[in-house]
């Protein structure tokens, strides 16, 4: 990081710029027209009496108070289903299952799938070269 902070230091000493009159003429004429104009010319904020705020709020207390009683008195009654017992509603299966053999072919395809993989590796070392 101390590399870069001398490098940015030197940089910037190196820089060598000058500003012409008709340039700095131009821009004291642009701060002067951004000026702010005198404090008294300008119009007085409008303040708003408490009343206002007390209103506006009792207003929007009383909206939302219509507005969930609303909805809640429109809300449909649903019927309160009794709960279902799940183990008395299945029939009794009897599940005699037995272990697939199936490790022939699959290590059959795993072998394929090696040799596969190893003649493609030994094809990409011929193509790079090793």
Known sequence: MDKL??????DAQRIDASVS????????????AATPELEGSRPAPVTRPP??????????????VAVIAIANWRAPDQPVA????IVAAMPSIDLNAETAMLTGPLQQELDR???????AEEKVKQEIGL
């Open 5 to 10: 902070a001398k490098q940015l230091h030197d």
């Open 21 to 32: 009159d008709e340039l700095e003429r131009r821009i004291e004429a642009s701060l002067r």
């Open 51 to 64: 009343l206002f705020w007390w209103a506006s709020t009792i207003t929007g207390v009383a909206t939302a």
């Open 82 to 85: 009794p709960p279902v017992n």
């Open 113 to 119: 799938l090696q040799s596969d993989l190893k003649k």
